[in-house]
């Protein structure tokens, strides 16, 4: 059972920026992908960024390309999620969650084995 740990969420003013960091228990392998999702309140778990832990390859989600970049630690068997010029609407709680198995990363929750119990994200006007 792997575990992860979110951590760097916090408050900030718009347009300020933070690093998130997703810590696996465990070692990820490389043909797993590892996925930044988030949540506002009253609305849908909504994936990020993806990335495919060994290769490297990414995805996001049109929306916030050029202002998110996801990269990875292989050796702290860690994720971080950079977040740039933050908005309001970028708010909620953010996870991580590890697919196990996967080719192009995706970013539908339904691909992932395990999840972090998220951070929180606070972006004021």
């Known amino acids: 059972q792997m575990q992860l740990v979110e951590s760097g969420g916090g408050s900030v003013q718009a347009g300020g920026s933070l690093q998130l960091s997703c810590a696996a228990s465990g070692v990820i392998a490389s043909s797993a992908c590892v996925g930044w999702f988030r949540q506002a309140p009253g609305k849908e778990r909504e994936g990020v960024a993806a990335?495919?832990?060994?290769?490297?390859?990414?995805n996001y989600v049109n929306s916030l390309k050029g202002r998110f970049t996801i990269s990875r630690d292989t050796a702290k068997n860690t994720v971080y999620l950079q977040m740039s010029s933050l908005k309001p609407e970028d708010a909620g709680m953010y996870y991580c969650?590890?697919?196990?198995?996967?080719?192009?990363?995706?970013?539908?929750?339904?691909?992932?084995?395990?999840w972090g119990q998220g951070t929180q994200v606070t972006v004021s006007s």
């Open positions: 969650a590890v697919d196990l198995i996967c080719g192009s990363p995706p970013l539908q929750a339904r691909e992932y084995h395990y």
């Open positions: 990335i495919r832990f060994g290769a490297g390859l990414t």
